[in-house]
């Protein structure tokens, strides 16, 4: 069978229409003034800009390395979650009205650089309680929760965070 030829216009008009995922094999795609794909991008590691910006004009970012974990005896005690994004299950001990408490949260992935977004998800009295991450360092960050309600509350809060990392050093 001998060979043939088909055009550019073609070419691509095949891949858009095979609508599969390329495997580079580990290659580094450069020199690429644009890359434009109505599908997904997969990155097996990561994708970095290196000028520029990487921009999402709609749909969102998504993590799918999360990891989930209790905390043990009290509201104060320490848990170990070494995971990008994650969900903390608090410990259900009573919390006075208008008391604050502060957990750390040891995690390898923590620079002391990045912006944690924590937020109460479920569990508890919604609205009964502010939630801030505090104390960024290399490896952990802390919670601080604080009863804004008018009495003690024993509830389990659950907590998701994301570290977001930032470009300044």
Same mark, same amino acid.
């Given at each position: 069978?001998?060979?043939?030829?088909?055009?550019?216009?073609?070419?691509?008009?095949?891949?858009?229409?095979?609508?599969?995922?390329?495997?580079?094999?580990?290659?580094?795609?450069?020199?690429?003034?644009?890359?434009?794909?109505? /599908? *997904? +991008? %997969?990155? !097996? $590691? &990561?994708?970095?800009? =290196?000028?520029?910006?990487?921009?999402? @004009?709609?749909?969102?970012?998504?993590?799918?390395?999360? /990891? *989930? +974990? %209790?905390? !043990? $005896? &009290?509201?104060?005690? =320490?848990?170990?979650?070494?995971?990008? @994004?994650?969900?903390?299950?608090?410990?259900?001990?009573?919390? *006075?009205?208008?008391?604050?408490?502060?957990?750390?949260? =040891?995690?390898?992935?923590?620079?002391? @650089?990045?912006?944690?977004?924590?937020?109460?998800?479920?569990?508890?009295?919604?609205?009964?309680?502010?939630?801030?991450? =505090?104390?960024?360092?290399?490896?952990?960050?802390?919670?601080?929760?604080?009863?804004?309600?008018?009495?003690?509350?024993?509830?389990?809060?659950?907590?998701?965070?994301?570290?977001?990392?930032?470009?300044?050093?």
């Amino acid at each position: 069978m001998g060979s043939k030829r088909i055009g550019l216009a073609r070419t691509q008009a095949l891949i858009e229409n095979l609508k599969r995922e390329l495997d580079w094999n580990g290659a580094t795609l450069t020199d690429v003034a644009a890359l434009t794909t109505t /599908g *997904a +991008v %997969t990155a !097996g $590691t &990561s994708i970095t800009a =290196t000028s520029g910006d990487i921009t999402l @004009t709609s749909g969102m970012v998504e993590y799918a390395d999360g /990891g *989930a +974990v %209790t905390q !043990g $005896t &009290s509201k104060s005690t =320490t848990v170990v979650l070494s995971k990008p @994004t994650g969900k903390i299950t608090m410990h259900a001990a009573a919390l *006075a009205a208008d008391a604050i408490v502060t957990f750390t949260v =040891t995690n390898t992935h923590a620079r002391a @650089t990045d912006v944690v977004v924590v937020n109460h998800h479920s569990g508890g009295t919604v609205g009964a309680y502010t939630v801030q991450a =505090t104390g960024h360092a290399a490896g952990s960050f802390k919670i601080t929760v604080t009863n804004v309600s008018a009495g003690s509350l024993s509830e389990a809060l659950v907590l998701h965070y994301v570290l977001v990392k930032t470009a300044h050093t």
